[in-house]
């Protein structure tokens, strides 16, 4: 059982920075692939970003490419989400998941389902 527990949420101006965390519990951490995903209001959830076990691999949705970066600490249980340059549209609720994965390479597919959730942090961009 892994439980996760998201913060750094808040609200900032656009063109501004944001650095979410998501505390995972458990000691098998590094055996779990991370993803940040999020959702706005009447929309549904999209996918943000992701990282291996290892934190080797990334992948990111194209609308955070080159302003997000994911990142993890194993020794902490924490994976993060630096957020930069922040657009009104990033406005939503960002919740991190995690997938137990077998090979140290995976790191993300569009049909994974991922075993546990976070509550989520809400992230709010003003113009």
């Known amino acids: 059982q892994v439980q996760l527990v998201e913060s750094g949420g808040g609200l900032v101006q656009a063109g501004g920075s944001l650095r979410l965390s998501c505390a995972a519990s458990g000691r098998t951490f590094s055996s779990y692939a991370m993803g940040w995903f999020r959702q706005a209001p009447g929309k549904e959830r999209e996918f943000v970003a992701a990282?291996?076990?290892?934190?080797?691999?990334?992948y990111y949705a194209d609308s955070v490419k080159g302003r997000f970066t994911i990142s993890r600490d194993n020794a902490q249980n924490t994976v993060y989400l630096r957020m930069n340059s922040l657009k009104p549209e990033d406005t939503a609720v960002y919740y991190c998941?995690?997938?137990?994965?077998?090979?140290?390479?995976?790191?993300?597919?569009?049909?994974?389902?991922?075993?546990?959730w976070g509550q989520g942090t809400q992230v709010t961009v003003s113009s």
């Open positions: 998941a995690a997938r137990r994965t077998y090979t140290s390479a995976s790191v993300y597919s569009p049909n994974w389902e991922y075993h546990y």
């Open positions: 990282i291996n076990r290892s934190g080797s691999v990334t």
